[in-house]
């Protein structure tokens, strides 16, 4: 387990382009071709890490199950993100089939929370890129879905950047200085999936680039 650094940057999708090719001139390697992603959150009956993340509180945490549904053999992944005093770190472990279907229908205990459970199902495409020793990825035409299966909303609109490195991050961030925002909006794709299906109070932390 190592802490690492991350950034997500928020676009319209009508940058894809200049994005790619900014990629592209600053030798950016494909790292795998672009796949579907699927994951589904899960959260307490009071959606507690929800509220945890639009607070900004520490510890939190974000506990997903996660599929790949393009690929020839199906694999399936419980990640838990967690973000405590000392930085960010992603625990992530392959589940069998049995395992993931147990834990869609009965949910889990995790502690500092106790009993969670599914809430919602976030889809998208993903295209991956290395830079240096510095990850980056693109992520558009984002599908929320409730797992109960009556709500859904797709943003065909956002393009996100998000940047993820153990000691490079604020290099990379140089190089793409001129298209990064000074001022932005922080994002996560759970909490904003959570606002769009159901309705809860949500908010985007600005920060500036320094």
Known sequence: MGFRLEDKIRFHISDYSKLKNEIIKKKGGELY?????????????NFDMFQ??????????KIRLRVYPN???????????INSVEGKFKKSSKLNPQDYDF??????FEPGYGLIEKKIIISYIREYFMIENVRLTLD??????DTKGYESYTDQESLILEIKSKDQII?????FSNIIPLRRERFSKYCEG????FNKSHFQRLHYVT
């Open 52 to 61: 945890d993340s639009e607070e900004g509180n520490v510890p939190r945490k």
């Open 171 to 175: 290099e990379i961030q140089n190089k």
């Open 71 to 81: 690929t020839k053999e199906k694999q399936f992944f419980l990640e838990k993100k």
């Open 103 to 108: 834990y869609i229908q009965n949910g889990s």
């Open 33 to 45: 071709p672009k796949r579907i992603i699927s994951s589904t959150y899960f959260d307490t009956k």
């Open 194 to 197: 959570i606002n769009k299906l």
């Open 140 to 145: 558009y035409n984002i599908t929320f879905k």
